[in-house]
């Protein structure tokens, strides 16, 4: 319901309304979008927004720096929303108006729901075309033109190769997630996609880290941008509290089932690193009696969406996944991430754990970890600027590789001794109310490691080309 109080601002003494416009308002957003951004339960923007909006409004690029969880959907939507919603229904046929790229389907679903939540009432039509579903509905759907598609790169290179979709009337184009793109290969198909659109286009450009690629990326598709920026690069979410298990490989899995039989583990996201590895975890938890549902690449569309909605309405309060659904997944109240694995990239366990603590809730990261990733766990450390609390530490003997001198030298002591014994303290010697972690000693559970495939994005493709296994992400 739209909330008219805060359309004008309050004198803080005396309480009158001043007559200043406050909260959307006051960035630009009017009438029929006003009142949906506040259906949403939008009525305060985020920093992202008040700072991506208004320049939007004017028609400047954005290259924004900004994490999934920060309310940077609705920073670039609402201006394209705004924007199209003045000009009217004026269409061409096989046309979109604007474009938004997304790296994963996943996300490019939230984000049209996103959309669609935004522009309630108004008359703007949007279609989604990404790989891995049927290619007919989406031709059809875009045959009369449309005004916002949100796209995965792949399948939208397709259309665009074979002639059903034509981006020379795209006035907006949205990179969303760019460091991910660039993970996963798509920068040249961005670059090809880029060119194809209206050169007067608004472009804009968000990602969660800056890597050099991508400011080169930026440099070569926005013009004159405004910078945005809300998180620091690569910190995690203060509301998160972490911690790190030593666990052999083979004991993972026993070292799981003991924390998930903990009821404070309401809504658990837990990571492995290959596709393969989340099936086995998946099946183990089931040998031990839980039910989780399972997200990755090489499940088909359907089955992602079904995990993810699974797991969203909370039929299953367990989702295993590869870090396919590390970013940009925004699933409300995930009291925990476990990290069964450490990922290849360090980045990653940022992105990870951002699925808890969001929307300043609280959250729980706990990482597994065996002795050889011990490099891979410092190379996270580094990345956090913070050495992990130990919450359990289940390897039984000295480790050759983790110098027991070194513990000392955190900023929180062990929770544990050597053999497991807990000492009653919490991660990071907080006290979590109930947020508890396993607390048992636990060495059972024969498993042999990984193979580890770590994916390489294929960067050759040409429109025309062939598509790349990898592309089924
Ligand atoms: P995003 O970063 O776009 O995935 O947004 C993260 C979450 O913040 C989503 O669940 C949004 O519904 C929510 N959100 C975005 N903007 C606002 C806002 N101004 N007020 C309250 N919630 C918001």
Redesign the pocket.
């Known amino acids: 319901m739209t909330n008219e109080n805060t359309l004008t601002g309050k004198d803080t003494l005396t309480g009158k309304d001043t007559g200043e416009l406050s909260g959307?308002a006051a960035l630009g957003i009017t009438g029929a979008l006003l009142k949906a951004?506040h259906g949403?339960?939008?009525?305060?923007?985020?920093p992202?927004?008040a700072q991506a909006i208004p320049p939007q409004l004017e028609g400047r690029d954005i290259f924004g720096i900004?994490?999934?969880?920060?309310?940077?959907?609705?920073?670039f939507a609402l201006p394209i929303l705004s924007k199209i919603i003045a000009l009217g229904t004026k269409r061409r046929p096989k046309t979109a108006r604007a474009l938004i790229l997304a790296p994963t389907r996943e996300l490019a679903v939230?984000?049209e729901d996103?959309i669609k939540l935004l522009a309630k009432g108004a008359h703007v039509s949007t279609a989604l075309v990404l790989g891995g579903v049927s290619r007919f509905s989406q031709v059809k759907k875009i045959a009369p033109g449309v005004d916002i598609l949100i796209a995965t790169p792949g399948r939208l290179t397709d259309l665009v190769r074979e002639g059903d979709l034509v981006l020379a009337d795209t006035k907006w184009l949205v990179l969303d997630e760019g460091d991910r793109m660039l993970d996963m290969g798509f920068i040249n198909d961005v670059k090809r996609i880029a060119r194809a659109t209206a050169p007067d286009r608004q472009t804009v450009l968000f990602s969660a880290t800056m890597p050099a690629e991508i400011a080169e990326l930026a440099k070569g598709l926005l013009k004159n941008p405004i910078r945005v920026e809300v998180a620091p690069h690569s910190t995690a979410a203060a509301e998160i509290v972490q911690g790190v298990v030593f666990a052999r490989t083979k004991q993972k899995r026993q070292v799981l089932s003991t924390m998930l039989a903990d009821e404070a583990m309401k809504s658990v996201i837990i990571f492995s690193r290959t596709k393969h590895g989340a099936d086995r975890v998946t099946k183990d938890l089931e040998r031990d009696g839980f039910r989780a549902a399972v997200i990755h690449g090489n499940k088909s569309q359907n089955a992602r969406q079904k995990a993810l909605n699974d797991f969203r309405e909370g039929s299953v309060r367990i989702l295993v996944a590869t870090d396919i659904a590390a970013r940009?997944i925004?699933v409300?109240g995930i009291s925990h991430v476990v990290n069964f694995d450490l990922p290849d990239e360090a980045e990653s366990y940022v992105h990870r754990i951002g699925r808890t603590g969001?929307?300043g809730m609280d959250g729980i990261a706990i990482t597994l970890c065996d002795p050889s990733e011990n490099s891979k766990l410092r190379q996270v450390e580094r990345i956090i600027r913070t050495k992990l609390p130990i919450v359990a530490d289940h390897l039984g003997s000295p480790d050759p590789q983790r110098n027991p001198a070194e513990k000392n030298e955190r900023s929180f002591e062990p929770a544990n001794d050597r053999n497991g014994r807990r000492d009653g303290r919490r991660p990071g010697g907080q006290n979590n109310g109930n947020k508890r972690f396993g607390d048992k000693p636990v060495f059972a559970g024969e498993r042999k490691p990984e193979s580890a495939k770590p994916f390489k994005g294929n960067n050759k493709r040409r429109f025309g080309g062939k598509r790349p296994a990898a592309r089924a992400a």
């Open positions: 959307f951004t949403a339960g939008f009525t305060e923007p985020k992202i927004q900004a994490q999934t969880g920060s309310g940077k959907t609705a920073a939230q984000i996103m940009g925004d409300p969001r929307n």
